[in-house]
C-alpha cells in the first residue's frame, strides 16, 4: 500500500507542503526576453567554404580520372578520390547552403544553426 500524498495547505500535521507567499511583482524583468544581438559564425562559414570548394574539386577530378579525360596511369586513385570528394563537398555544401539562407532572411533560418568553433 502506497503512503498518503499531503495536500498543499492543508492543516494536517505531518504535512511536508506550504504554500508560498505572494510577492508584489512576479519576478520578471524585460531583458530576459530581448534575445542577445546574433554572432555570426565566420570561421565556421569559412571552413565550410574550403570544404565546399575542395570537395568539388576532388569530384571533378575524379570524374574526370573516371571518364578517363586525365591519363589512365591514374586510375586506381579514381575511387578515393571520388569517395574523400563526396566527404568533404555534402557537409560544406550543406552549411554553405544554411549560411546563404540566413544571410537572405529566408523564414526559419538563422546563423545558430551553423556550430561555432569557440
Same mark, same amino acid.
Given at each position: 500500500?502506497?503512503?498518503? =500524498?499531503?495536500?498543499?495547505?492543508? *492543516?494536517?500535521?505531518? /504535512?511536508?507542503?506550504? =504554500?508560498?507567499?505572494?510577492? !508584489?511583482?512576479?519576478?520578471?524583468?524585460?531583458?530576459? #526576453?530581448?534575445?542577445?544581438?546574433?554572432?555570426?559564425?565566420? =570561421? +565556421?562559414?569559412?571552413?565550410?567554404?574550403?570544404? #565546399?570548394?575542395?570537395? /568539388?574539386?576532388?569530384?571533378?577530378?575524379?570524374?574526370?580520372?573516371? /571518364?578517363?579525360?586525365?591519363?589512365?596511369?591514374? +586510375?586506381?586513385? /579514381?575511387?578515393?578520390?571520388?569517395?574523400?570528394?563526396?566527404?568533404?563537398?555534402?557537409?560544406?555544401?550543406?552549411?554553405? =547552403?544554411? !549560411?546563404?539562407? !540566413?544571410?537572405?532572411?529566408?523564414?526559419? #533560418? *538563422?546563423?545558430? $544553426?551553423?556550430?561555432? #568553433? $569557440?
Amino acid at each position: 500500500m502506497m503512503p498518503k =500524498r499531503s495536500v498543499v495547505g492543508s *492543516s494536517e500535521p505531518g /504535512t511536508k507542503y506550504h =504554500r508560498l507567499t505572494r510577492v !508584489a511583482s512576479d519576478g520578471y524583468i524585460d531583458l530576459q #526576453f530581448e534575445k542577445p544581438p546574433i554572432k555570426i559564425p565566420y =570561421r +565556421a562559414i569559412g571552413l565550410a567554404a574550403v570544404l #565546399f570548394m575542395a570537395g /568539388t574539386l576532388l569530384i571533378v577530378i575524379g570524374a574526370l580520372l573516371l /571518364t578517363g579525360v586525365i591519363n589512365a596511369k591514374y +586510375a586506381d586513385r /579514381t575511387w578515393p578520390v571520388l569517395i574523400i570528394g563526396a566527404l568533404m563537398f555534402i557537409p560544406g555544401a550543406y552549411h554553405v =547552403r544554411l !549560411a546563404y539562407y !540566413a544571410f537572405k532572411g529566408y523564414q526559419g #533560418f *538563422s546563423y545558430e $544553426d551553423i556550430p561555432e #568553433f $569557440d
